[in-house]
Structures are given as C-alpha cells and as structure tokens.
C-alpha cells in the first residue's frame, strides 16, 4: 500500500484482508504506520457484527453497534497479547506487540459480511461461511506475525484457538 491515511487505504486494506492475501499481512506487520488503518478494520468490521449481536440480544442498534466494536476489540487484545506471548516464549521470535496487533487486527477484515444479515438474514450457511473465513484469515494473518510458514501458523492458530475455548 502507498498510504495508510484516508477512506481509501481503508478500503484497500480491508479488500486485501477479505481476500487473504498474504503479501498484505507481511507489510502490515512490519509497517508501524498501518497501525491506526488496521485497528479501523477491526472497529469497522465490529459495528458490522450489530445486525447480528442486536437481534440476539434484543440490544438497540446502537448499542448492539457499541458493543459489537468492544468486543471485537477485546478480543484482538486478548489474541494479541496471548500470541505475542507464545511467539516470544515458545517460538523465540522477536516480533513487536505492534507487529501482532495489526496483522490481527486485519484478519477481523470477514466480519464485514456481517452488513449482508439485514438483506439475507443470518441463514447457517451464511453464519458457517464467515466462521470458516475467520479461521482461514486467523491462520494468514498468524503465517505473517510467524514468519515460519504455513505448518506452524496452523498449529499456532489451533494453540491459540485451543486456549480461547477452554477460556470461554
């Protein structure tokens, strides 16, 4: 990307992360300038969860909006800091907090597809769809933070996924 200022990056960067591409999750993680761009991703795609958060909650939109955003954003804290940890302690990889967070923050880039629950419902298939392209871009996102390829990506994502089910 040639910018990481305006609606324009914003959009640019959320198309590469729909898309998995993983050229862009390497730049974003060793650009300190992307961070505020990626971090917009994910505030972003969390207000587009309110379509769905809202009706199962029977919360307002603006509240299910609201707390669509926070949660997405404690999430990728909590992800961040628990993979910073085990790319530090386990990996010996020197990567920045930054350059975990943002590659992070990017891969929440599928929750967009939440915004087409108003049009089509939330049908199973639709639901299974953007939980498969979650874990998908989780995994791209952690073959960046990793450097180490794509094997331990997907064990570090299955770790990662691992101790966030036995959290919740």
């Excluded at 010996?92 to 089509?120: C, K, Q, T, W």
């Excluded at 094997?151 to 299955?158: C, D, F, K, R, T």
Aim: hydrophobic share 60%.
């Amino acid at each position: 990307m040639e910018s990481y200022v305006g609606p324009g990056a914003l959009l640019e960067l959320a198309g590469a992360a729909l898309r998995m591409r993983p050229d862009t999750y390497r730049e974003v993680c060793r650009e300190p300038e992307a961070t505020k761009l990626c971090v917009a991703v994910a505030v972003v795609a969390g207000a587009a969860s309110a379509p769905v958060i809202g009706p199962s909650t029977g919360l307002i939109l603006p509240v299910a909006l609201v707390l669509g955003i926070v949660l997405t954003l404690g999430i990728l804290a909590i992800e961040s800091l628990l993979v910073w940890a085990l790319c530090r302690l386990v990996l010996r990889n020197d990567r920045s907090f930054g350059g975990v967070v943002r590659p992070l923050a990017a891969a929440h880039a599928p929750r967009l597809a939440y915004l087409l629950v108003p049009l089509v419902g939330l049908p199973v298939a639709l639901s299974a769809v953007i939980s498969i392209w979650m874990l998908a871009s989780f995994v791209v996102a952690m073959e960046a933070i990793t450097a180490r390829g794509w094997p331990v990506a997907i064990g570090l994502s299955v770790v990662v996924g691992a101790l966030r089910w036995m959290a919740s």
